[in-house]
Protein backbone atom coordinates (compact mmCIF):
# COMPACT_ATOMS: atom_id res chain seq x y z
CA UNK A 1 0.00 0.00 0.00
CA UNK A 2 1.63 3.53 -1.33
CA UNK A 3 -0.98 6.22 -0.02
CA UNK A 4 -4.50 6.17 1.10
CA UNK A 5 -7.29 9.28 0.79
CA UNK A 6 -10.28 9.44 2.57
CA UNK A 7 -13.05 12.15 1.80
CA UNK A 8 -16.72 12.21 3.89
CA UNK A 9 -20.27 13.31 1.96
CA UNK A 10 -23.48 12.80 3.06
CA UNK A 11 -26.96 12.15 0.76
CA UNK A 12 -29.84 14.37 0.56
CA UNK A 13 -33.34 13.31 1.91
CA UNK A 14 -35.41 15.99 0.55
CA UNK A 15 -38.79 14.26 0.78
CA UNK A 16 -39.89 10.78 2.43
CA UNK A 17 -38.60 7.91 0.53
CA UNK A 18 -36.21 9.79 -1.75
CA UNK A 19 -32.40 9.45 -1.45
CA UNK A 20 -30.16 11.91 -3.49
CA UNK A 21 -26.60 12.98 -4.10
CA UNK A 22 -25.22 15.87 -6.76
CA UNK A 23 -23.32 13.46 -8.94
CA UNK A 24 -21.12 16.19 -10.12
CA UNK A 25 -20.39 18.13 -6.87
CA UNK A 26 -20.05 14.84 -4.75
CA UNK A 27 -18.66 12.24 -6.78
CA UNK A 28 -16.88 13.73 -9.72
CA UNK A 29 -15.32 16.42 -7.07
CA UNK A 30 -14.11 13.82 -4.98
CA UNK A 31 -12.85 11.66 -6.70
CA UNK A 32 -10.77 14.58 -8.27
CA UNK A 33 -10.04 15.70 -4.91
CA UNK A 34 -8.68 11.83 -3.95
CA UNK A 35 -6.64 11.47 -7.32
CA UNK A 36 -5.27 14.58 -6.55
CA UNK A 37 -3.84 13.78 -3.37
CA UNK A 38 -3.09 10.08 -4.52
CA UNK A 39 -0.84 11.26 -7.63
CA UNK A 40 1.10 13.32 -5.20
CA UNK A 41 2.02 10.65 -3.02
CA UNK A 42 3.75 8.80 -5.66
CA UNK A 43 7.11 7.71 -5.37
CA UNK A 44 9.97 9.44 -7.20
CA UNK A 45 9.93 7.52 -10.65
CA UNK A 46 6.82 6.05 -10.13
CA UNK A 47 4.09 4.93 -13.48
CA UNK A 48 0.51 5.13 -12.31
CA UNK A 49 -0.60 1.70 -14.29
CA UNK A 50 -4.22 1.78 -14.46
CA UNK A 51 -7.36 3.12 -12.58
CA UNK A 52 -10.48 1.73 -11.55
CA UNK A 53 -13.72 3.27 -9.64
CA UNK A 54 -16.29 1.67 -7.86
CA UNK A 55 -19.41 3.29 -6.37
CA UNK A 56 -22.89 2.49 -4.33
CA UNK A 57 -25.32 0.91 -6.47
CA UNK A 58 -27.30 0.76 -8.56
CA UNK A 59 -28.11 4.33 -8.88
CA UNK A 60 -29.67 6.50 -11.63
CA UNK A 61 -27.40 9.53 -12.79
CA UNK A 62 -29.45 10.97 -16.22
CA UNK A 63 -26.85 13.37 -18.41
CA UNK A 64 -26.33 15.39 -21.54
CA UNK A 65 -24.54 15.23 -24.29
CA UNK A 66 -21.46 17.01 -22.20
CA UNK A 67 -22.00 14.55 -19.08
CA UNK A 68 -23.84 17.39 -17.26
CA UNK A 69 -26.31 15.40 -14.19
CA UNK A 70 -29.65 16.73 -15.41
CA UNK A 71 -31.00 16.10 -11.97
CA UNK A 72 -29.56 14.88 -8.45
CA UNK A 73 -28.79 10.86 -8.45
CA UNK A 74 -31.45 8.66 -7.32
CA UNK A 75 -29.94 6.40 -5.19
CA UNK A 76 -29.90 2.53 -4.51
CA UNK A 77 -32.78 0.51 -2.77
CA UNK A 78 -33.26 3.18 0.41
CA UNK A 79 -34.25 5.67 -2.35
CA UNK A 80 -38.10 4.32 -2.24
CA UNK A 81 -40.22 6.76 -4.70
CA UNK A 82 -40.77 4.54 -7.38
CA UNK A 83 -43.64 2.43 -5.71
CA UNK A 84 -46.01 3.20 -8.29
CA UNK A 85 -43.92 2.50 -10.75
CA UNK A 86 -42.49 -1.03 -9.49
CA UNK A 87 -46.44 -2.20 -9.63
CA UNK A 88 -47.47 -0.87 -12.82
CA UNK A 89 -44.00 -2.41 -14.59
CA UNK A 90 -44.85 -6.05 -12.63
CA UNK A 91 -48.17 -5.53 -14.19
CA UNK A 92 -47.18 -5.05 -17.60
CA UNK A 93 -44.06 -7.33 -17.87
CA UNK A 94 -45.27 -10.06 -14.87
CA UNK A 95 -43.79 -11.02 -12.09
CA UNK A 96 -43.38 -14.86 -13.00
CA UNK A 97 -41.23 -13.52 -16.39
CA UNK A 98 -39.28 -11.04 -14.66
CA UNK A 99 -38.01 -13.46 -12.09
CA UNK A 100 -37.21 -15.78 -14.81
CA UNK A 101 -35.50 -12.89 -16.89
CA UNK A 102 -34.24 -10.93 -14.73
CA UNK A 103 -33.87 -13.74 -11.78
CA UNK A 104 -35.10 -10.55 -9.45
CA UNK A 105 -38.55 -9.19 -8.97
CA UNK A 106 -39.21 -5.32 -9.12
CA UNK A 107 -38.49 -3.59 -5.70
CA UNK A 108 -36.39 -0.18 -4.53
CA UNK A 109 -33.47 -1.67 -5.59
CA UNK A 110 -34.37 -1.92 -9.38
CA UNK A 111 -33.11 1.15 -11.72
CA UNK A 112 -35.89 0.45 -14.34
CA UNK A 113 -39.31 1.90 -12.15
CA UNK A 114 -36.39 4.66 -11.06
CA UNK A 115 -35.92 5.62 -15.00
CA UNK A 116 -40.28 4.80 -15.41
CA UNK A 117 -40.25 7.58 -12.49
CA UNK A 118 -38.86 10.08 -14.13
CA UNK A 119 -40.35 9.34 -17.87
CA UNK A 120 -43.47 10.38 -15.74
CA UNK A 121 -42.90 13.12 -13.41
CA UNK A 122 -40.37 14.75 -14.90
CA UNK A 123 -40.36 14.07 -18.67
CA UNK A 124 -38.52 17.22 -19.19
CA UNK A 125 -35.44 15.94 -17.52
CA UNK A 126 -36.10 12.77 -19.44
CA UNK A 127 -36.80 14.06 -22.76
CA UNK A 128 -33.46 16.08 -22.82
CA UNK A 129 -31.19 13.80 -21.03
CA UNK A 130 -28.85 11.62 -23.70
CA UNK A 131 -27.60 8.89 -21.19
CA UNK A 132 -27.99 7.06 -17.78
CA UNK A 133 -25.45 6.18 -16.19
CA UNK A 134 -24.48 4.28 -12.41
CA UNK A 135 -22.06 5.88 -10.11
CA UNK A 136 -19.16 3.62 -10.73
CA UNK A 137 -20.14 4.38 -14.97
CA UNK A 138 -20.94 7.92 -14.86
CA UNK A 139 -17.29 8.72 -13.70
CA UNK A 140 -16.02 5.95 -16.20
CA UNK A 141 -17.26 8.09 -18.51
CA UNK A 142 -16.19 11.65 -17.41
CA UNK A 143 -12.75 10.01 -17.00
CA UNK A 144 -12.45 8.28 -20.65
CA UNK A 145 -15.59 9.39 -22.62
CA UNK A 146 -16.84 6.07 -22.70
CA UNK A 147 -20.69 5.18 -22.52
CA UNK A 148 -20.42 1.88 -20.86
CA UNK A 149 -21.80 -0.18 -17.60
CA UNK A 150 -20.14 -3.28 -16.30
CA UNK A 151 -22.52 -6.56 -16.92
CA UNK A 152 -23.07 -6.37 -12.50
CA UNK A 153 -24.52 -3.14 -12.19
CA UNK A 154 -26.61 -4.26 -15.25
CA UNK A 155 -27.99 -6.84 -13.65
CA UNK A 156 -29.22 -5.02 -11.15
CA UNK A 157 -31.09 -2.43 -13.35
CA UNK A 158 -33.93 -4.89 -13.48
CA UNK A 159 -35.87 -5.32 -15.83
CA UNK A 160 -33.54 -4.08 -18.00
CA UNK A 161 -31.13 -6.87 -18.29
CA UNK A 162 -31.16 -10.66 -18.90
CA UNK A 163 -29.13 -11.74 -16.26
CA UNK A 164 -29.34 -15.65 -17.42
CA UNK A 165 -27.96 -14.45 -20.40
CA UNK A 166 -25.44 -11.80 -19.70
CA UNK A 167 -26.88 -9.56 -21.98
CA UNK A 168 -29.22 -6.41 -22.10
CA UNK A 169 -33.11 -7.51 -22.45
CA UNK A 170 -33.53 -5.43 -25.37
CA UNK A 171 -37.12 -5.29 -25.76
CA UNK A 172 -38.08 -4.15 -21.72
CA UNK A 173 -35.31 -2.21 -22.18
CA UNK A 174 -36.08 0.17 -25.08
CA UNK A 175 -39.88 0.33 -23.85
CA UNK A 176 -38.65 1.63 -20.80
CA UNK A 177 -35.51 3.91 -21.64
CA UNK A 178 -37.23 5.04 -24.86
CA UNK A 179 -34.91 7.62 -26.24
CA UNK A 180 -31.76 6.55 -24.26
CA UNK A 181 -29.32 4.48 -26.37
CA UNK A 182 -28.39 1.25 -23.68
CA UNK A 183 -24.38 1.47 -22.39
CA UNK A 184 -21.77 -0.83 -24.24
CA UNK A 185 -21.71 -3.86 -21.50
CA UNK A 186 -18.18 -4.75 -20.16
CA UNK A 187 -16.72 -6.95 -17.18
CA UNK A 188 -15.63 -4.71 -14.24
CA UNK A 189 -12.26 -5.39 -14.67
CA UNK A 190 -12.17 -4.57 -18.83
CA UNK A 191 -10.21 -0.89 -19.66
CA UNK A 192 -12.84 1.13 -21.02
CA UNK A 193 -10.77 3.94 -22.68
CA UNK A 194 -8.30 6.00 -21.67
CA UNK A 195 -8.52 9.20 -19.42
CA UNK A 196 -8.52 11.97 -21.28
CA UNK A 197 -6.35 15.73 -21.44
CA UNK A 198 -10.24 17.42 -19.69
CA UNK A 199 -10.13 14.61 -16.88
CA UNK A 200 -6.53 14.70 -16.39
CA UNK A 201 -6.60 18.63 -15.53
CA UNK A 202 -9.07 17.77 -13.31
CA UNK A 203 -7.29 14.66 -11.27
CA UNK A 204 -4.13 15.16 -11.85
CA UNK A 205 -3.99 11.50 -13.10
CA UNK A 206 -1.71 11.22 -16.51
CA UNK A 207 -3.66 11.91 -20.16
CA UNK A 208 -3.56 7.81 -21.65
CA UNK A 209 -3.42 6.13 -18.26
CA UNK A 210 -5.90 2.78 -18.66
CA UNK A 211 -9.36 3.10 -17.05
CA UNK A 212 -11.22 -0.30 -15.68
CA UNK A 213 -15.09 -0.07 -15.46
CA UNK A 214 -15.40 -1.21 -12.04
CA UNK A 215 -18.63 -1.75 -10.46
CA UNK A 216 -20.45 -1.50 -7.54
CA UNK A 217 -18.64 -0.93 -3.79
CA UNK A 218 -20.26 -3.99 -2.40
CA UNK A 219 -19.15 -6.30 -5.39
CA UNK A 220 -15.79 -4.80 -5.10
CA UNK A 221 -15.24 -5.15 -1.89
CA UNK A 222 -16.53 -8.88 -1.75
CA UNK A 223 -13.76 -9.05 -4.89
CA UNK A 224 -11.02 -7.69 -2.36
CA UNK A 225 -11.56 -10.39 0.01
CA UNK A 226 -11.19 -12.95 -1.73
CA UNK A 227 -14.79 -14.13 -2.39
CA UNK A 228 -14.00 -15.41 -6.11
CA UNK A 229 -15.46 -18.82 -5.87
CA UNK A 230 -19.61 -20.47 -5.52
CA UNK A 231 -19.93 -21.06 -1.86
CA UNK A 232 -17.97 -17.66 -0.98
CA UNK A 233 -19.89 -15.18 1.10
CA UNK A 234 -19.39 -11.44 2.53
CA UNK A 235 -21.17 -9.48 5.19
CA UNK A 236 -20.90 -6.33 4.95
CA UNK A 237 -20.77 -4.18 8.17
CA UNK A 238 -21.98 -0.93 6.99
CA UNK A 239 -24.78 1.40 7.45
CA UNK A 240 -26.59 -0.96 5.81
CA UNK A 241 -25.56 -5.02 5.99
CA UNK A 242 -24.77 -6.08 2.54
CA UNK A 243 -24.12 -9.77 1.48
CA UNK A 244 -22.99 -11.48 -1.47
CA UNK A 245 -22.14 -15.25 -2.32
CA UNK A 246 -20.89 -16.33 -5.79
CA UNK A 247 -22.94 -19.52 -6.92
CA UNK A 248 -21.99 -21.76 -9.73
CA UNK A 249 -25.54 -22.46 -11.58
CA UNK A 250 -28.71 -19.60 -12.64
CA UNK A 251 -31.05 -19.66 -9.45
CA UNK A 252 -33.98 -17.16 -9.02
CA UNK A 253 -35.16 -16.43 -5.27
CA UNK A 254 -38.12 -13.65 -4.88
CA UNK A 255 -36.67 -12.09 -1.82
CA UNK A 256 -32.85 -12.08 -3.16
CA UNK A 257 -31.07 -10.43 -6.01
CA UNK A 258 -29.50 -12.54 -8.71
CA UNK A 259 -26.82 -10.86 -10.67
CA UNK A 260 -24.01 -10.94 -12.90
CA UNK A 261 -20.61 -11.63 -10.86
CA UNK A 262 -17.12 -9.67 -11.23
CA UNK A 263 -15.21 -12.07 -13.25
CA UNK A 264 -16.55 -13.18 -17.10
CA UNK A 265 -19.75 -15.28 -16.93
CA UNK A 266 -20.06 -15.77 -13.48
CA UNK A 267 -23.43 -15.70 -11.20
CA UNK A 268 -23.62 -14.23 -7.67
CA UNK A 269 -26.84 -13.97 -5.31
CA UNK A 270 -27.16 -10.46 -3.09
CA UNK A 271 -29.26 -9.35 -0.33
CA UNK A 272 -29.09 -5.77 1.34
CA UNK A 273 -31.18 -4.41 4.35
CA UNK A 274 -32.09 -1.01 4.89
CA UNK A 275 -30.61 -0.12 8.24
CA UNK A 276 -27.67 -1.55 10.12
CA UNK A 277 -25.13 0.88 11.59
CA UNK A 278 -27.32 3.72 10.65
CA UNK A 279 -30.05 2.24 13.67
CA UNK A 280 -26.68 1.94 15.91
CA UNK A 281 -26.17 5.75 15.19
CA UNK A 282 -29.54 7.05 15.50
CA UNK A 283 -29.81 4.90 18.66
CA UNK A 284 -26.93 6.91 19.85
CA UNK A 285 -27.80 10.00 19.28
CA UNK A 286 -31.12 10.02 20.67
CA UNK A 287 -30.33 8.17 23.92
CA UNK A 288 -28.04 10.90 25.30
CA UNK A 289 -25.05 10.87 22.30
CA UNK A 290 -22.81 9.20 24.82
CA UNK A 291 -19.30 7.60 22.94
CA UNK A 292 -19.17 4.58 21.29
CA UNK A 293 -17.09 2.73 23.91
CA UNK A 294 -19.32 3.43 26.43
CA UNK A 295 -22.30 2.38 24.82
CA UNK A 296 -20.68 -0.89 24.00
CA UNK A 297 -19.33 -1.26 27.17
CA UNK A 298 -22.96 -1.20 28.30
CA UNK A 299 -23.86 -3.38 25.71
CA UNK A 300 -21.83 -6.05 26.80
CA UNK A 301 -23.14 -5.96 30.21
CA UNK A 302 -25.99 -7.09 28.95
CA UNK A 303 -26.64 -10.91 28.64
CA UNK A 304 -27.10 -12.37 24.97
CA UNK A 305 -31.28 -12.41 24.49
CA UNK A 306 -31.17 -8.89 25.88
CA UNK A 307 -33.38 -10.07 29.19
CA UNK A 308 -36.13 -10.39 26.87
CA UNK A 309 -35.77 -7.35 24.51
CA UNK A 310 -36.63 -8.04 20.93
CA UNK A 311 -36.45 -5.31 18.20
CA UNK A 312 -37.34 -5.35 14.52
CA UNK A 313 -34.52 -2.68 13.13
CA UNK A 314 -36.81 -1.16 10.09
CA UNK A 315 -36.59 2.13 10.77
CA UNK A 316 -36.62 2.98 6.98
CA UNK A 317 -38.37 0.04 6.11
CA UNK A 318 -36.51 -3.14 4.64
CA UNK A 319 -35.10 -4.56 1.18
CA UNK A 320 -34.36 -8.26 1.94
CA UNK A 321 -36.37 -10.37 2.38
CA UNK A 322 -39.33 -8.37 3.18
CA UNK A 323 -39.09 -5.54 0.82
CA UNK A 324 -41.50 -3.53 2.01
CA UNK A 325 -40.74 0.28 2.17
CA UNK A 326 -44.23 1.11 4.96
CA UNK A 327 -42.61 -1.65 7.38
CA UNK A 328 -41.38 0.29 10.53
CA UNK A 329 -39.38 -0.45 13.92
CA UNK A 330 -40.65 -2.33 16.75
CA UNK A 331 -39.33 -3.35 19.97
CA UNK A 332 -40.71 -5.47 21.25
CA UNK A 333 -40.72 -7.14 25.15
CA UNK A 334 -39.42 -3.59 26.96
CA UNK A 335 -39.79 -3.18 30.54
CA UNK A 336 -38.91 -0.52 33.19
CA UNK A 337 -35.78 -2.98 34.01
CA UNK A 338 -34.51 -2.66 30.65
CA UNK A 339 -31.87 0.40 30.18
CA UNK A 340 -29.38 1.98 27.07
CA UNK A 341 -27.40 -1.64 26.94
CA UNK A 342 -30.52 -3.53 26.91
CA UNK A 343 -31.38 -1.52 23.60
CA UNK A 344 -28.19 -1.48 21.83
CA UNK A 345 -27.69 -4.72 22.41
CA UNK A 346 -31.05 -6.03 21.20
CA UNK A 347 -30.44 -4.13 17.84
CA UNK A 348 -27.64 -5.97 17.01
CA UNK A 349 -29.51 -8.97 17.76
CA UNK A 350 -32.31 -7.69 15.62
CA UNK A 351 -29.83 -6.97 13.04
CA UNK A 352 -28.22 -10.36 13.16
CA UNK A 353 -31.29 -12.52 13.19
CA UNK A 354 -32.36 -10.36 9.43
CA UNK A 355 -29.04 -11.37 8.65
CA UNK A 356 -29.97 -15.39 9.28
CA UNK A 357 -32.95 -14.81 7.71
CA UNK A 358 -31.13 -14.23 3.85
CA UNK A 359 -27.96 -16.61 4.98
CA UNK A 360 -30.95 -19.31 5.09
CA UNK A 361 -32.11 -18.19 1.12
CA UNK A 362 -28.68 -18.69 0.14
CA UNK A 363 -27.98 -22.09 1.55
CA UNK A 364 -30.72 -22.98 -0.94
CA UNK A 365 -28.69 -22.22 -4.09
CA UNK A 366 -25.05 -23.23 -2.73
CA UNK A 367 -24.72 -23.99 0.67
CA UNK A 368 -21.83 -21.74 2.29
CA UNK A 369 -18.26 -22.62 2.29
CA UNK A 370 -16.93 -19.69 4.01
CA UNK A 371 -17.95 -16.39 5.16
CA UNK A 372 -15.90 -13.35 4.91
CA UNK A 373 -16.80 -10.37 7.20
CA UNK A 374 -15.83 -6.66 5.94
CA UNK A 375 -17.17 -3.09 7.15
CA UNK A 376 -16.65 -0.47 9.61
CA UNK A 377 -19.18 -2.49 11.91
CA UNK A 378 -16.41 -4.81 12.41
CA UNK A 379 -15.01 -2.13 15.44
CA UNK A 380 -18.12 -3.13 17.06
CA UNK A 381 -16.79 -5.44 19.87
CA UNK A 382 -20.69 -7.14 19.80
CA UNK A 383 -22.03 -7.47 16.15
CA UNK A 384 -19.99 -9.68 14.58
CA UNK A 385 -19.74 -12.13 17.48
CA UNK A 386 -23.43 -11.91 17.42
CA UNK A 387 -24.43 -12.64 13.98
CA UNK A 388 -21.96 -16.01 14.50
CA UNK A 389 -23.78 -16.67 17.78
CA UNK A 390 -27.00 -16.07 15.93
CA UNK A 391 -26.43 -18.01 12.78
CA UNK A 392 -24.17 -20.39 14.36
CA UNK A 393 -21.52 -19.50 11.15
CA UNK A 394 -17.65 -18.43 11.83
CA UNK A 395 -16.37 -15.69 10.07
CA UNK A 396 -13.33 -15.12 8.47
CA UNK A 397 -11.75 -11.29 9.12
CA UNK A 398 -9.43 -10.11 6.48
CA UNK A 399 -6.21 -8.57 7.43
CA UNK A 400 -6.92 -5.89 4.74
CA UNK A 401 -9.96 -4.06 5.20
CA UNK A 402 -9.82 -1.10 3.21
CA UNK A 403 -12.40 -2.01 1.68
CA UNK A 404 -13.80 -1.69 -1.92
CA UNK A 405 -10.89 0.94 -3.31
CA UNK A 406 -8.45 -2.34 -2.52
CA UNK A 407 -10.82 -4.46 -4.99
CA UNK A 408 -10.78 -1.76 -7.54
CA UNK A 409 -7.13 -1.61 -7.16
CA UNK A 410 -6.70 -5.38 -8.42
CA UNK A 411 -9.47 -5.10 -10.94
CA UNK A 412 -6.97 -2.49 -12.66
CA UNK A 413 -3.98 -4.68 -11.98
CA UNK A 414 -5.64 -7.60 -13.65
CA UNK A 415 -7.12 -5.23 -16.56
CA UNK A 416 -3.90 -3.94 -17.69
CA UNK A 417 -2.33 -7.07 -17.26
CA UNK A 418 0.13 -6.33 -14.67
CA UNK A 419 -1.30 -9.55 -12.32
CA UNK A 420 -2.86 -13.10 -13.85
CA UNK A 421 -6.92 -12.80 -13.63
CA UNK A 422 -7.20 -15.48 -10.81
CA UNK A 423 -4.70 -13.40 -8.74
CA UNK A 424 -6.10 -13.05 -5.03
CA UNK A 425 -4.55 -10.63 -2.69
CA UNK A 426 -7.07 -11.81 0.12
CA UNK A 427 -4.96 -13.29 3.51
CA UNK A 428 -7.12 -13.64 6.46
CA UNK A 429 -6.39 -12.24 10.06
CA UNK A 430 -8.33 -13.81 12.47
CA UNK A 431 -11.77 -15.96 13.00
CA UNK A 432 -14.83 -14.78 14.35
CA UNK A 433 -16.59 -18.63 16.03
CA UNK A 434 -19.54 -18.97 17.40
CA UNK A 435 -20.19 -19.54 20.79
CA UNK A 436 -22.58 -22.89 20.79
CA UNK A 437 -24.27 -21.73 24.27
CA UNK A 438 -25.59 -18.55 22.82
CA UNK A 439 -26.48 -20.04 19.61
CA UNK A 440 -28.80 -22.41 21.31
CA UNK A 441 -30.31 -19.75 23.32
CA UNK A 442 -31.07 -17.77 20.06
CA UNK A 443 -32.60 -20.28 18.16
CA UNK A 444 -35.98 -19.81 20.79
CA UNK A 445 -35.53 -16.10 19.90
CA UNK A 446 -35.21 -16.22 16.50
CA UNK A 447 -38.59 -18.10 16.40
CA UNK A 448 -40.46 -15.53 17.94
CA UNK A 449 -38.27 -13.00 16.19
CA UNK A 450 -39.63 -13.87 13.10
CA UNK A 451 -43.34 -13.93 14.11
CA UNK A 452 -42.99 -9.86 15.26
CA UNK A 453 -43.31 -8.99 11.55
CA UNK A 454 -45.89 -10.56 10.19
CA UNK A 455 -47.41 -9.78 13.41
CA UNK A 456 -47.55 -6.24 13.61
CA UNK A 457 -47.41 -5.69 9.62
CA UNK A 458 -51.01 -4.30 9.23
CA UNK A 459 -50.56 -1.79 12.50
CA UNK A 460 -47.66 -0.28 11.14
CA UNK A 461 -48.46 0.11 7.82
CA UNK A 462 -51.38 2.21 9.16
CA UNK A 463 -48.86 4.41 11.29
CA UNK A 464 -46.73 4.56 8.22
CA UNK A 465 -49.76 5.92 5.95
CA UNK A 466 -50.19 9.10 8.99
CA UNK A 467 -50.04 11.92 7.10
CA UNK A 468 -47.14 14.31 8.14
CA UNK A 469 -48.12 17.82 9.44
Not at 13 to 37: F, H, M, N, T, Y
Not at 332 to 361: K, V
Not at 406 to 416: C, E
Not at 425 to 431: G, R, V
Request: proline share 7%; hydrophobic share 40%; glycine share 10%.
Amino acid sequence: MIATETVSHSMDLPRPGWAEVDAEKLWWAEVCQIASKLMAQMPSGGVLAGMCVSGVGPCLVLCDDDLRPLRPAILYGIDTRASEEIEALTAEFGAEAILDRAGTVLSSQAVGPKLEWVRRHEPEVFERATGWYGSNSYIAAKLTGEYVMDHHTASQCDPLYATRRFEWNKPWAQRICGHLPLPRLVWPADVVGTVTPEAAAATGVPAGTPVSAGTVDAYSEAFSVGVRRPGDQMLMYGSTMFLVQVIDAYHSDPVLWTTAGIEHDTLALAAGTSTAGSLINWLQSVTGGASFDELMAEAADVPPGSEGLLVLPYLAGERTPVFDPQARGVVAGLTLRHGRGHLFRAAYEGISFGIRQILERFDDAHTASRTVAVGGGLRSPIWAQTVSDVTGRPQLVPEQAIGASYGDALLAAIGVGLVPADTDWAKIAAEIKPDPRNHALYEDLYATWQELYPATRDQVHRLAGQPIV
